[in-house]
T-cell receptor, first 118, second 113 residues
Framework: AQKITQTQPGMFVQEKEAVTLDCTYDTSDQSYGLFWYKQPSSGEMIFLIYQGSYDEQNATEGRYSLNFQKARKSANLVISASQLGDSAMYFCAMREGFGYNQGGKLIFGQGTELSVKP | KAGVTQTPRYLIKTRGQQVTLSCSPISGHRSVSWYQQTPGQGLQFLFEYFSETQRNKGNFPGRFSGRQFSNSRSEMNVSTLELGDSALYLC????????????FGSGTRLTVV
C-alpha cells in the first residue's frame, strides 16, 4: 500500500530564511504524482507544487521547489525566503491511481506545522 | 474563475441525526472527491465521483454516502451521526488525467454533539 511519511510535526524558521520540509513515500507503482499542499488555519487546502514520477527536473513554483530524489523515495519541499504568511500546516500527498479514466485519490502524510518567526 | 465551493461552512448536529454537505466544483471539472480530516486520523479519502458515478471509495462505513449530479455538483450524506464524525470535510475537484492536481474547497466543519 502507498504511504506518505512526514517526520517533522513542527518546524520553526526565521523570516526571510529558507526551510526544507521532509517527505518520504512508499509505492510499488512506476507512475505516480507527488503534491504539496498548504493548509492555513482557515482550513482550505492550497495547492503548492506537483512532481510527476517521470519528470526529470525538480518542480519549481515561485518560492517553492521540490527536491525530488526518486531512488531515495523522497520529495522534500523547499520554501525560499520565508514570509510570515507561510505559517501553516503543510501536507505532502501522493496520487494513487494514475491512468486516464481510472480516477484516483490522494494519500496524505500527517503534516508539518511551520511557524515563521519575525 | 470560481473555486470549489462548499456549503455550509459550519454545522452543528446532534448524535443520531443525518447531515448533507454540498460541493460545487470548478467549472469543467468532472471529478469530485471527498476527504475527512480529524486530528487523530489526519486526512482520509471518503469517495470520488466522476460523471455521476462513484469511481473510488475509501474505507468508511455505509453511513457515509454521496452522489453527483449532471452538473458535477456533489453531495455527501452522513446518516445516524456519531460523535466521532466531528471533522472537517473537504471536497476537491480535478480535471481528468494523470498529473492534474486537486483543487480543494474551504471545507465544512461538522460538530456532532
Amino acid at each position: 500500500a502507498q504511504k506518505i511519511t512526514q517526520t517533522q510535526p513542527g518546524m520553526f524558521v526565521q523570516e526571510k530564511e529558507a526551510v526544507t520540509l521532509d517527505c518520504t513515500y512508499d509505492t510499488s507503482d512506476q507512475s505516480y504524482g507527488l503534491f504539496w499542499y498548504k493548509q492555513p488555519s482557515s482550513g482550505e487546502m492550497i495547492f503548492l507544487i506537483y512532481q510527476g514520477s517521470y519528470d526529470e527536473q525538480n518542480a519549481t513554483e515561485g518560492r517553492y521547489s521540490l527536491n525530488f530524489q526518486k531512488a531515495r523515495k523522497s520529495a522534500n519541499l523547499v520554501i525560499s525566503a520565508s514570509q510570515l504568511g507561510d505559517s501553516a500546516m503543510y501536507f505532502c500527498a501522493m496520487r494513487e491511481g494514475f491512468g486516464y479514466n481510472q480516477g484516483g485519490k490522494l494519500i496524505f502524510g500527517q503534516g508539518t506545522e511551520l511557524s515563521v518567526k519575525p | 474563475k470560481a473555486g470549489v465551493t462548499q456549503t455550509p461552512r459550519y454545522l452543528i448536529k446532534t448524535r443520531g441525526q443525518q447531515v448533507t454537505l454540498s460541493c460545487s466544483p470548478i467549472s469543467g471539472h468532472r471529478s469530485v472527491s471527498w476527504y475527512q480530516q480529524t486530528p487523530g486520523q489526519g486526512l482520509q479519502f471518503l469517495f470520488e465521483y466522476f460523471s455521476e458515478t462513484q469511481r473510488n471509495k475509501g474505507n468508511f462505513p455505509g453511513r457515509f454516502s454521496g452522489r453527483q449530479f449532471s452538473n458535477s455538483r456533489s453531495e455527501m450524506n452522513v446518516s445516524t451521526l456519531e460523535l466521532g464524525d466531528s471533522a472537517l470535510y473537504l471536497c476537491a475537484s480535478s480535471l481528468e488525467g494523470a498529473g492534474y492536481g486537486y483543487t480543494f474547497g474551504s471545507g465544512t466543519r461538522l460538530t456532532v454533539v
